[in-house]
T-cell receptor
Framework: KNEVEQSPQNLTAQEGEFITINCSYSVGISALHWLQQHPGGGIVSLFMLSSGKKKHGRLIATINIQEKHSSLHITASHPRDSAVYICAVLPDSNYQLIWGAGTKLIIKP | DTEVTQTPKHLVMGMTNKKSLKCEQHMGHRAMYWYKQKAKKPPELMFVYSYEKLSINESVPSRFSPECPNSSLLNLHLHALQPEDSALYLC?????????????FGPGTRLTVL
């Protein structure tokens, strides 16, 4: 079993829909990253959080440390949101990020 | 400036060539990272520099040689690569010394080894 699990693996939705991507992890962490990667492109850091909730524009990230679970929400989704969304955790006792497999999101016009 | 830049964007090289990848940031970050990413896989950490000194080498073959000439620049020198080294090479940077440090990534260099 992977230490970081994301669901769903693939998600296709219509423009305007509310999107939720989930991340569960099994290790103790000091922080969790949500990142975005467009096809063939570099990685953009969306959020880094260790508790509670963060919001940036149409993106919202939440984390529940007790349940070892985080969600990334996109409101009023747009085709330009189509990308791979990756959850990565920074373990308590390590310097190295543990990466989820990513969720491929396609937003259709 | 919250950007990490990488050059070149694309690189095609033969197995006998010597080339270099460059990474630059002006955010005052004192940790810089090289990652390798194969298609549809998460990035794999290769090297970490902290205060311009190599602090982590994840058992990377010697045909990859990192260099950090100053706090803003990170290079990756390539020599005698193999076709399986073809991948997206990502650079990242972060602060040092805090409980957790958000990494900022560059756009990557797409490397093809013929």
């Amino acid at each position: 079993k992977n230490e970081v699990e994301q669901s769903p693996q693939n998600l296709t939705a219509q423009e305007g829909e509310f999107i939720t991507i989930n991340c569960s992890y099994s290790v103790g962490i000091s922080a969790l990253h949500w990142l975005q990667q467009h096809p063939g492109g570099g990685i953009v850091s969306l959020f880094m959080l260790s508790s509670g909730k963060k919001k940036h524009g149409r993106l919202i990230a939440t984390i529940n440390i007790q349940e070892k679970h985080s969600s990334l929400h996109i409101t009023a989704s747009h085709p330009r949101d189509s990308a791979v969304y990756i959850c990565a955790v920074l373990p308590d006792s390590n310097y190295q990020l543990i990466w989820g497999a990513g969720t491929k999101l396609i937003i259709k016009p | 400036d919250t950007e990490v830049t990488q050059t070149p964007k694309h690189l095609v090289m033969g197995m006998t060539n010597k080339k270099s990848l460059k990474c630059e940031q002006h955010m005052g970050h004192r940790a810089m990272y090289w990652y390798k990413q194969k298609a549809k896989k998460p990035p794999e950490l290769m090297f970490v520099y902290s205060y311009e000194k190599l602090s982590i080498n994840e058992s990377v073959p010697s045909r990859f040689s990192p260099e950090c000439p100053n706090s803003s620049l990170l290079n990756l020198h390539l020599h005698a690569l193999q076709p399986e080294d073809s991948a997206l090479y990502l650079c990242a940077s972060s602060q040092v010394g805090q409980l957790y440090n958000e990494q900022f990534f560059g756009p990557g260099t797409r490397l093809t080894v013929l």
